[in-house]
């Protein structure tokens, strides 16, 4: 979703700065070491902050299209630098149609060249279930979220966590769902730290505890970066996840993805691209798998109207099954 | 001449047979591991296509015929 024209939401004319909070941008390669007055000695012992946990594998997903089934119309409209709101129309035989309400506050305070805070999001739909985050900034190095879902008067998460950014590593612990009275919850803590400007390792330990049974998993995850193409792998108990991101030229991406459980005995490869012609506003996204599934999106900006179009189709060959949608935009 | 024959004649089959049986090798869901080893060949051809597609422009000039 991250990729796509449809989700992301767009920066406020009159904003000098690009509205985008942290969290919502795409994971950037890490920048070279710093070179000039540094001495040579300490600029090769300086490694960069390897990211997030959760956006190893990001950059090859980002390439796949995202489904759209029926038909989904989105209105945004930016009432501030500081404030937007988004209004969803969608219908769909497959999936529930209806409406959705959704707003966007972006704080002042400012923690990168695209990073601001605090940042409050949230929607909700006609029969009152609500989805909202709030994300802020509390130190230089210290972030935290907290996210909540409801379906209509029933919460059915809430969610916790805490980063921590230090100068080659990153470390977040999140709460998911404690309930104090019911003894249950789902505790999750990540570490990643960067070996070499390259290459990142790092782990991840989830604890479940439910009344009368608890459990815990762990698994280790590596991530290298080249000049040109992002190569991550993770490694657990439940199964095995192994991605690939290639940036071919200034129009061509490429992301091949494995994905082998151990819980369902079953595995799947997923090769997708993407190509962007900036002089035609035109995106297009492909994806065929092995599990006999081929999709593609088309996002195209008819200007100079504030309109973007998106159609999708997907193909499930095995199950025989078509799926296709359309969807307009409007800034 | 009749084995000569008949050699060229069991070529073809054994070539459809063996494609016949590669095929289902490939596609055959219910071994795990077997899946998995077709995975892990299909996800390193995806990872060798995606970095030999280096020459990929869309607005250059068509070629003139």
């Known amino acids: 979703m991250m990729g796509s024209v449809l989700a992301a939401p767009p920066p406020p004319a009159a904003s000098p700065a690009p509205l985008l909070p942290r969290g919502f941008g795409l994971l950037l390669f890490p920048p070279p070491p710093a070179t000039g007055s540094r001495p040579q000695r300490e600029a090769k012992n300086v490694l960069p902050n390897p990211g997030e946990f959760e956006q190893c594998h990001q950059k090859c997903k980002e390439v796949f299209p995202t489904q759209v089934n029926g038909v989904r119309l989105v209105l945004n409209k930016t009432l501030s630098k500081h404030f937007q709101v988004n209004h969803s129309l969608q219908l769909s035989s497959t999936e529930d149609s209806g409406y959705k309400f959704g707003t966007m506050f972006v704080g002042s305070?400012?923690?990168?060249?695209?990073?601001?805070?605090?940042?409050?999001?949230?929607?909700?739909?006609?029969?009152?279930?609500?989805?909202?985050?709030?994300?802020?900034?509390?130190?230089?190095?210290?972030?935290?979220?907290?996210?909540?879902?409801?379906?209509?008067?029933?919460?059915?998460?809430?969610?916790?966590?805490?980063?921590?950014?230090?100068?080659?590593?990153?470390?977040?612990?999140?709460?998911?769902?404690?309930?104090?009275?019911?003894?249950?919850?789902?505790v999750v803590t990540h570490y990643l730290q960067s070996v070499t400007p390259t290459l990142?390792?790092?782990?991840?330990?989830?604890?479940?505890?439910?009344?009368?049974?608890?459990?815990?998993?762990?698994?280790?995850?590596?991530?290298?970066?080249?000049?040109?193409?992002v190569g991550a792998l993770t490694l657990g108990w439940a199964g095995v996840q192994a991605s690939y991101y290639h940036r071919a030229s200034d129009q061509l991406q490429l992301g091949v993805e494995l994905e082998a459980g151990s819980f369902w005995q079953d595995s799947s490869v997923t090769f997708g691209y993407q190509l962007d012609v900036p002089k035609a506003s035109l995106q297009f996204k492909g994806v065929i798998s092995s599990n006999w599934v081929v999709g593609a999106t088309l996002e195209k900006k008819l200007l100079p109207l504030p309109l973007s179009l998106v159609l999708c189709s997907f193909l499930n060959h095995q199950?025989?099954?078509?799926?296709?949608?359309?969807?307009?935009m409007i800034r | 001449m009749m084995s000569g024959s008949n050699a060229k004649g069991s070529f073809p089959s054994r070539v459809s047979e063996w494609i016949s049986s590669t095929y289902r090798f490939a596609t055959d869901r219910n071994d795990f591991r077997r899946n998995l080893l077709v995975n892990l060949g299909l996800f390193a051809a995806g990872v060798w296509v995606a970095r030999n597609l280096s020459d990929f422009d869309l607005m250059s000039p068509q070629p003139v015929t």
Request: proline share 3%; net charge negative.
């Open chain 1, 109 to 186: 305070g400012q923690a990168g060249p695209a990073e601001f805070y605090p940042v409050l999001v949230g929607d909700v739909d006609g029969s009152g279930s609500l989805n909202a985050q709030v994300i802020h900034q509390v130190t230089d190095r210290i972030r935290s979220k907290v996210a909540f879902q409801t379906h209509q008067q029933t919460f059915v998460t809430w969610k916790a966590d805490a980063e921590f950014r230090g100068e080659d590593f990153t470390a977040a612990v999140a709460f998911t769902n404690p309930d104090v009275l019911d003894d249950s919850g789902v």
């Open chain 1, 200 to 229: 990142a390792m790092g782990g991840q330990l989830v604890y479940q505890r439910r009344p009368g049974d608890e459990a815990t998993f762990m698994s280790l995850v590596g991530r290298y970066t080249g000049s040109n193409f």
């Open chain 1, 319 to 328: 199950k025989n099954k078509f799926h296709c949608g359309f969807g307009v």
